[in-house]
T-cell receptor, first 118, second 112 residues
Framework: GAVVSQHPSWVICKSGTSVKIECRSL??????MFWYRQFPKQSLMLMAT?????????EQGVEKDKFLINHASLTLSTLTVTSAHPEDSSFYIC??????????????FGAGSRLTVL | GENVEQHPSTLSVQEGDSAVIKCTYS??????FPWYKQELGKGPQLIID?????GEKKDQRIAVTLNKTAKHFSLHITETQPEDSAVYFC???????????FGGGTRVLVKP
């Protein structure tokens, strides 16, 4: 089946630095990818929709200058947490539609990336 | 926007018993309702889904029911096994393309 690969699976960084997380669709193309954030013992909250070749669409309350999203190819989307602070520590998960036809809303999720900001 | 409520937040069952998780949604335009299982430190895995033109769907020990009129859907796991222990999330989408709105999650513990 379709696989969404995320890297790194975990990262520790110092406060003030930037961290990039990659999300790749393996063996399929994804014109759209979704980035979610999950705090411990909480649900998944959609941060933004990544669109190949155009700007990402951010959900209300998500700072686009803080969470930079780039979707430069049909198989890769990246999320960069800029000037990270401890409150940015979270589990970041990407997903891509893998339905049988365009517009389908079956999503396959990556394994997630745990960010810890010291 | 869509709002999905999920109950209970925790569920402890004896191995072999059934587990039921219920969700309600607010947007009557939603037409796709997946259920995901998330194990500790991993991404969610789709276990079953249902679309609004179907009232019930079953896959071995897992079944999902949908009541469009009441705007609620449920996950049923029969003959639970310890490996069913995980966090389960319901979700809904349809009105806004592929966007999924998740419920709060249910932590299921199956006691051997």
């Amino acid at each position: 089946g379709a696989v969404v690969s995320q890297h790194p699976s975990w990262v520790i960084c110092k406060s003030g630095t930037s961290v990039k997380i990659e999300c790749r669709s393996l063996d399929f193309q994804a014109t759209t990818m979704f980035w979610y954030r999950q705090f411990p013992k909480q649900s998944l909250m959609l941060m933004a929709t990544s669109n190949e070749g155009s700007k990402a669409t951010y959900e209300q309350g998500v700072e686009k200058d803080k969470f930079l999203i780039n979707h430069a190819s049909l198989t890769l989307s990246t999320l960069t947490v800029t000037s990270a602070h401890p409150e940015d520590s979270s589990f970041y998960i990407c997903s891509a539609p893998t339905g049988p036809h365009s517009g389908a809303n079956v999503l396959t999720f990556g394994a997630g990336s745990r960010l810890t900001v010291l | 926007g869509e709002n999905v409520e999920q109950h209970p937040s925790t569920l402890s069952v004896q191995e072999g018993d059934s587990a039921v998780i219920k969700c309600t949604y607010s947007d009557s335009a939603s037409n796709y309702f997946p259920w995901y299982k998330q194990e500790l430190g991993k991404g969610p895995q789709l276990i079953i889904d249902i679309r609004s033109n179907v009232g019930e769907k079953k896959d071995q020990r897992i079944a999902v029911t949908l009541n469009k009129t009441a705007k609620h859907f449920s996950l049923h796991i029969t003959e639970t096994q310890p490996e069913d222990s995980a966090v389960y999330f319901c979700a809904a989408s349809g009105a806004a393309g592929n966007k999924l709105t998740f419920g709060g999650g249910t932590r299921v513990l199956v006691k051997p």
